[in-house]
């Protein structure tokens, strides 16, 4: 019996993928084909797939040509899948010509003619997109355009920032067809908003936004105080739009994973959340200006509350902050928390630099991400027996703002169930901590 073997992703199943499906079974007697993970396709940079693995399998069975359907988990099964099935042939279409000569080795490779005219990247183009206006031009608005050409349905719209020039020069860079002279043209002209403007701007604008009926995706520090960010959830639930804070590190793969694994127990009850986010800044950015609501507490101090907030929760007793000040800004800043039954600390810096990494204790182990953990794509669980330690990789790719971006496209659209990553009231609490370092709440300044 001579057995066929082929991959693939098969998201939005189309014609194209049937015909080779069929070509491939007319090579052979037994078709085996293999259905990638969301997993593997998120690592191998493929994101942006419409139906989840179970759809694609579906899709496959219903064709009535897999003799047999295994799913393909990681780089290199190939081989060992030859090996294991005893497949005579690999089949692939033509647009991965040349690709899979290496597996000659282990059986014959057959490149099969495309269909030509249909894709799955044209039918997820053909579906509804979510057109996203952007406040603010600087540096993290010059990543975010980049990262949402990752993620399916969004779209770059439209593009305001008050002075004209910085305007027109990113308008231009990054080819965005709506150049905005004023906030009710960029309303005008997209069905979100992404805000990207300096901190103490982030109040007013998600404010307009959410009353001129647009779902907003806000940059970190989301607001200053608590009272201001009831008022913006209470706007946005009225009207019943998504209102979110892009704080990255909580879409990203890895921090989702630690986060279940140690919700399932695997350091015991945790004791100590410890982490640093610090970064040199020039003396003379506007993040050290107190004029600007600058310093470390505002521009990092949201990152270590995340996992501090996550695994501790954010019924804490009180905080305690020590800055180091300088230009009546904090260029770094040490914060306690106390718990009824654990502690947490940070450190944040923009004038002083120390190891970016986190560390959280618990009564049966540790869990340890090197800096800089807020982008990671590596931790570590370790036990006082060292043979139990386990090493665990995620991806993350590039700037690592597609995951956030990609959540906010699936919360507008997604109807019915969605799950927020950051709750609403983890990121009240967040303001909350802000409120009561600029009010100096046990602020001892060094
Ligand atoms: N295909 C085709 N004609 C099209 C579109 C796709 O013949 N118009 C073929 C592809 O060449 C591939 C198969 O259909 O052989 C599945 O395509 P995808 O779902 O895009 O999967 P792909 O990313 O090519 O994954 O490990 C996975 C494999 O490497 C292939």
Known sequence: MKKVITYGT??????????????????????????TTDNFDLERGKMNTCNNMMERIEAVKAT???????????????????????VDIFAIGSDWEGYFDYLS??????????????????????????????????????RFVPESKNVNRAVISAVYNPNIDENILFCHKFQIPVMAHNLEELYANCDAVYIASPHYTHYEYTKSALIAGKHVLCETPFVFSRTQAEELYTIAEKRGLHLQVALKTAYCPAFGHLFSLLKSGVIGEIVEVNASVTTLTDENSEKLNSKFLGGSISENACFPLLPIFKFLGTDFRDIHFYSKMK????????????????????????????????????TKGYVYVPAPWWKTDYFEVRY???????????????????YEIKDFIAAILTEGYYFNKVSKEENLMMAQVQEMYINNQNVYKL
């Open 10 to 35: 098969y998201d939005l199943f189309h014609q194209g993928h049937y015909n080779l499906l069929k070509r491939a079974k007319e090579l052979g007697d037994y078709l085996i084909v293999g259905v």
């Open 64 to 86: 009535g040509l897999a003799d047999q359907i295994v799913i393909e988990e990681y780089r290199g099964q190939k081989i060992e899948d030859i090996q294991k099935y005893g």
């Open 105 to 142: 080795e282990f059986c014959q490779v057959v490149y099969l003619p495309r269909t030509q005219g249909i894709s799955s990247t044209q039918l997820r183009k053909e579906r509804t997109v979510v057109n996203i206006g952007m406040i603010g031009t600087g540096s993290i608005a010059s």
């Open 327 to 362: 230009n009546d800004v904090d260029m770094f800043t040490k914060a306690v928390f106390r718990y009824d039954h654990a502690v947490a600390s940070f450190q944040v810096g923009l004038g002083v630099k120390t190891e970016g990494s986190m560390t959280i204790a618990g």
């Open 384 to 402: 006082e027996d060292q043979n139990k330690n386990k090493k665990y990789f995620y991806p993350y790719v590039d700037e690592g703002l597609r």
